[in-house]
């Protein structure tokens, strides 16, 4: 049976203090959040942030937060691993550009959906049969027809602004 990373009866070290080379106490502060089987934890928390200031970190908190805190700080320092310069706000950041572009697209996809309805609408309005003309058609059509025209000239504007956020794209 374990109990916070270290086998009952022996003297298993947590990752912690198997990298900094120390005997782990019973009351170690690692121990629970940094397992002897999961070491690149620590590895990477300690290159970013060093153990002192680890330790007085989760010192600071309540027990109840430290689990967090620990996620957060080994999120950041495989990210700084990655990305000495940006870090997590470097991933981030380029997840915020995707989400960009892609919105574009999206626009550019539904204002292209708009305008080939409108033409099909066009293209069957333009019929001129008699059973389109405007004394045959009930008032609830006759609105349905006008709003098409609204709808296109407000997708006309959507496709110029999404045009013209894809050409901040292609710079």
Same mark, same amino acid.
């Given at each position: 049976?374990?109990e916070s990373g270290r086998k009952q009866g022996a003297a298993s070290p947590c990752a912690a203090c198997k990298l900094?080379?120390?005997?782990?106490?019973?009351?170690?502060?690692?121990?629970?959040?940094?397992?002897?089987?999961?070491?690149?934890?620590?590895?990477?928390?300690?290159?970013?942030?060093?153990?002192?200031?680890?330790?007085?970190?989760?010192?600071?908190?309540s027990e109840h937060q430290r689990g967090d805190a620990v996620s957060s700080m080994v999120y950041e320092a495989n990210?700084?691993?990655?990305?000495?310069?940006?870090?997590?706000?470097?991933?981030?950041?380029?997840?915020?550009?995707?989400?960009?572009?892609?919105? @574009?697209?999206?626009?550019?996809?539904?204002?292209? =959906? #708009?305008?080939?309805?409108?033409?099909?609408? !066009?293209?069957? &309005?333009?019929?001129?049969?008699?059973?389109?003309?405007?004394?045959?058609?009930?008032?609830?059509?006759?609105?349905?027809?006008?709003?098409? @025209?609204?709808?296109?000239?407000?997708?006309?504007? =959507? #496709?110029?602004?999404?045009?013209?956020?894809? !050409?901040?794209? &292609?710079?």
């Amino acid at each position: 049976m374990k109990e916070s990373g270290r086998k009952q009866g022996a003297a298993s070290p947590c990752a912690a203090c198997k990298l900094l080379r120390r005997r782990c106490a019973q009351d170690c502060v690692f121990a629970p959040y940094f397992p002897a089987d999961e070491p690149h934890k620590f590895a990477s928390v300690h290159k970013v942030f060093g153990a002192s200031n680890v330790n007085k970190m989760l010192q600071e908190l309540s027990e109840h937060q430290r689990g967090d805190a620990v996620s957060s700080m080994v999120y950041e320092a495989n990210a700084r691993v990655r990305d000495p310069v940006y870090g997590c706000v470097g991933a981030i950041s380029s997840l915020q550009q995707q989400i960009d572009h892609l919105q @574009t697209q999206l626009a550019i996809a539904q204002a292209e =959906v #708009v305008h080939m309805r409108m033409r099909q609408f !066009s293209s069957m &309005s333009s019929g001129g049969t008699a059973g389109n003309s405007p004394e045959n058609v009930s008032p609830s059509s006759r609105h349905t027809q006008t709003q098409p @025209t609204m709808s296109l000239f407000t997708m006309d504007m =959507v #496709v110029d602004h999404a045009n013209m956020g894809e !050409s901040l794209w &292609s710079c």
